[in-house]
């Protein structure tokens, strides 16, 4: 069973900083790509970040420059560094985890945290 645990999140002034983790139970290198979505209220979930097994990361266009995926394989988690917050940043983030299984990808999610950008 893939486990999957954020922290991090809270309330946070625009142009502030938050940095998320997501701990995953077994090792994050099983696992073909890691990453941040995010969910607004009233709209779809979107991918945020995500970084494959490979080390090759992704940003969505509004993030760029602004927020930054990394790992640490010896403690099996990932972490979403967020700079210059802006309200619109506002959402809760959640940690998705991707393997492939003969070529079928099956996805794994944490229960999601909670990032308010609001002065």
């Known amino acids: 069973q893939v486990q999957l645990v954020e922290s991090g999140g809270g309330l946070v002034q625009p142009g502030g900083s938050l940095r998320l983790s997501c701990a995953a139970s077994?090792?994050?290198?099983?696992?073909?790509?890691m990453g941040w979505y995010r969910q607004a209220p009233g709209k779809q979930r979107e991918p945020v970040a995500n970084?494959?097994?490979?080390?090759?990361?992704d940003y969505e266009e509004s993030v760029k420059g602004r927020f930054t995926v990394s790992r640490d394989a010896a403690k099996n988690t990932v972490y979403l560094q967020m700079n210059s917050l802006k309200p619109e940043d506002t959402a809760v983030y959640y940690c998705n985890a991707v393997l492939k299984v003969i070529a079928v990808p099956f996805n794994f999610w944490g229960q999601g945290t909670q990032v308010t950008v609001s002065s």
């Open positions: 077994g090792s994050i290198f099983s696992f073909n790509a």
């Open positions: 970084i494959t097994s490979g080390g090759r990361t």
